[in-house]
């Protein structure tokens, strides 16, 4: 899966039907984490921007949109309730992946640090100002490889651009260093014809046409999985099914 361009700029997408996916999940796995610890490392590649203003015709549209009119069913799961704190006029900002996370642990009042990458020098200015975050602008495959063995096991997400040919190989190798190293991993990938994470582990696939979501051209998301234990992967099945359950009888 190659998004054209030399630099990925994720504004238009913030929000779609993959974000949806994909946040639920991470945002459910580090609070089930924060819950057993009273500190965490969180560790992301590919970072972009804390927070995007919503486009008027964004893909948000066919992903958060689609979900937002059920609101009131889906305040059971962390994910929603941050959203809705952030939009309390109607949803004009979508938070990235590392601020969900930050913000599940100032809501448990437990201790976070965020190691986090981007290539593009002009995420830096968003993320100034913001405790317990260590922005590196660099190539992240390399940055959180050189990050899983020196630090305490924690939670790392995998998510790049997937501009390059070489960025899944380069993904893969990543999940499978971070679980040797007793990490909790997530990589997450659209899903075009072919079941790309299929031999990766646990994953999670969301089937699009299952809901009322509109993913465009892709046909699902899916996250693979590694470092779990019966307990989280319990958690997310419980979890997953009753978002889905909403999204299916709504």
Known sequence: MIRGGSRYDHRNH???????????????????????????????????????SLQRQGEWRGGIGRCWEHLPLLL?????????????????????????????AASRIRDLQAEIWDVDPAVA????????????????FSGASSLLNKSLPGLLLIDPPYIHPRDSKLAAALFAQAERAGWIALWWQMMEDEHHLEDSGECFDLQFSETKMDGGRWRGATIALAGADEDLLRHLRERTDGFLEVLKIT
């Not at 994909?22 to 927070?51: N, Q």
């Not at 990235?96 to 913000?103: D, M, N, P």
């Not at 200015?125 to 992240?140: E, M, Q, S, T």
């Open 14 to 52: 913030a929000g779609n039907a993959g974000d949806v996916w994909k946040h639920f999940i991470l945002t459910e796995v580090a609070e089930l984490l924060l819950w057993e610890r009273t500190d965490l490392v969180y560790a992301e590649s590919h970072v972009g921007r804390p927070e995007y």
């Open 76 to 104: 059971d799961f962390q994910y929603f309730r941050i959203l809705a704190e952030m939009n309390p006029d109607g949803l004009q900002i979508y938070p990235g992946s590392a601020q969900l996370v930050l913000k599940a």
């Open 125 to 140: 200015p968003a993320w100034r100002g913001w405790a317990r975050v260590r922005l590196h602008i660099g190539d992240g």
